[in-house]
């Protein structure tokens, strides 16, 4: 998976419209293997975020949890946190 694309489900505050379309614009650049599309190719692009956009969101209003939220800072300090020790020991 494309390491740009972060789990979006079960946090506090929910996934914002624009970091579910973030992640479908990195899933369909991955796919397709172009960043900026041809003008050939433009419409089916961003068709294709549109429409991945829409169905993650649709995912993610589905899924159940009993797992409590995670907190987004919290999530992020111990993202860096890993990063130090993975960089630092280099």
């Known amino acids: 998976m494309c390491r ?35 003008k050939a190719n433009e419409e089916a692009f961003e068709q294709a975020v549109h429409e991945i956009a829409h169905i993650t969101q649709h995912l993610l209003d589905s899924l159940v949890t009993h797992a409590p939220a995670k907190d987004r800072e919290e999530e992020a300090a111990k993202a860096k946190a890993r990063a130090a020790v993975r960089f630092g020991a280099a």
Do not use: C, F, M
């Open 4 to 38: 740009n694309i972060r789990t979006l489900h079960n946090y506090e505050p929910h996934a914002t419209s624009d970091e579910v379309h973030a992640a479908a614009l990195q899933y369909v650049r991955k796919i397709s293997g172009s960043t900026k599309p041809s």
